[in-house]
């Protein structure tokens, strides 16, 4: 498997190049990070908590059509233990402290949505709490609620992080399926996608209210679905190659993530075929950026310095396996793809997140059955056969300082 080449490969970007010339954004000039602070310092790899690394290393899978969580042992890439939990498990999810890890059953819009304590240290699930709706949850920046993302009811429930007792409801009515987040650099607001109206909600924090939406725009071109051995071939560099016009009216926004100097918010859109740039500060589109079909989680390296874009392979929510999936991955400071890491053969990488000592990126297959591990070195990929439909798992353990939730974004 290849790194894409900057030096070596102007003919190979041609494509990539002129998709980016075609959307309804200009593409954005290098911009490099000259903020103070980099708000994924404390997510290096020497900032690994005493406590926390006292814990197993593990892989947490949750299996959403088989409603069970499988843990692998990353030295050995074997399965080594597998549990029921509720039904429909969608994330795995550190706590703030980091010392449980939350099994989101959200039901899939059935009342019976749960979520199961699994202990950090010893690995075991404990006894469900009942919940309404947990299809994705997140935790305040201060530690005093885990907030439920309450994704069909499209309401954000704000509860205690032990208890999970309810606090306060925040309603979202212009966000039809509200999923993922992540915090402003002084955790003051959230910004959440809409992955069915394709829009981002603003959530003022402290004033417990939406504070603004942004309707994304969507590119006037993107990817083709074509087959995946004409694309995703041991050794070969991405190129995306066929384009179509862009019917679609809105975009599909999944995972987001902020620059490390906290000025922008990278929106992964699965029916875009990238990221949109979000301005932080006046939360308006500034920049589009291509990485691959259907791409949708977003993992930052633990040195802070690229992004790591999880492309499922499809523009579909329910999608067969083999898809042309891969990952792709951009320099933060000058916004430009570096690399393409494709799954031989095809696949559907999904969500996941990075090892501690950032060697490897785990990520669910969500359409395969399996989950990867990518060597973050090279691309080479290994695959590990595990229950129906994996989406959000989670590495442990993981470094940080404390965890703002989903699998695992930790400052």
Request: aromatic share 8%.
């Amino acid at each position: 498997m290849k790194h894409f080449d900057p030096a070596a490969g102007a003919r190979r970007l041609t494509p990539l190049l002129a998709l980016a010339a075609c959307a309804a954004l200009p593409a954005l000039a290098a911009a490099p990070v000259t903020a103070p602070f980099n708000v994924y310092s404390r997510s290096a790899s020497d900032k690994l908590r005493a406590d926390v690394g006292a814990d197993p290393q593990r892989v947490y899978v949750p299996n959403l059509r088989s409603d069970d969580v499988y843990v692998i042992d990353p030295a050995t890439l074997k399965v080594i233990d597998k549990f029921k939990v509720g039904r429909s498990p969608q994330h795995i999810v550190p706590s703030w402290d980091m010392r449980t890890l939350w099994v989101t059953n959200n039901a899939e819009g059935r009342t019976d949505g749960s979520l199961t304590p699994i202990d950090a240290h010893t690995g075991k699930p404990g006894a469900a709490k009942p919940v309404d709706d947990p299809y994705n949850m997140y935790a305040t920046p201060d530690g005093k609620s885990a907030i439920v993302v309450a994704e069909a009811k499209k309401r954000l429930d704000f509860r205690d992080p032990k208890t999970m007792a309810l606090q306060y409801s925040i309603d979202v009515p212009g966000c039809g399926g509200i999923n993922h987040a992540d915090f402003s650099i002084d955790g003051s607001y959230a910004v959440f996608t809409c992955e069915f109206t394709g829009a981002v909600a603003k959530i003022d924090l402290a004033q417990r209210k939406v504070a603004g939406y942004l309707q994304l725009k969507m590119p006037a071109r993107r990817l083709k679905a074509v087959s995946p051995t004409a694309t995703v071939k041991p050794g070969q560099v991405w190129e995306p190659g066929e384009t179509e016009l862009c019917t679609a009216t809105r975009g599909m926004p999944q995972d987001i993530r902020i620059s490390p100097d906290g000025k922008r918010f990278y929106v992964a859109d699965m029916a875009a075929d990238g990221l949109h740039v979000v301005d932080a500060a006046t939360l308006t589109e500034v920049g589009y950026v291509v990485t691959g079909l259907g791409a949708h989680g977003l993992y930052p390296s633990r040195d802070g310095t690229k992004l790591y874009i999880a492309n499922r392979g499809s523009h579909r929510i329910h999608n067969g396996p083999k898809g042309d999936g891969g990952v792709t991955v951009m320099d933060f400071a000058t916004e430009k793809v570096v690399a393409y890491w494709p799954v031989p053969g095809g696949g559907s990488p999904d969500m996941g997140n990075v090892s501690a000592d950032g060697r490897w990126l785990w990520l669910s297959g969500r359409f395969d059955d399996v989950v990867y591990r990518f060597d973050t070195t090279s691309g080479h990929v290994d695959t590990i056969k595990v229950g129906q439909e994996p989406h959000g798992l989670t590495v442990w353990p993981q470094p940080g300082h404390y965890s703002l939730g989903h699998t695992g974004n930790t400052r």
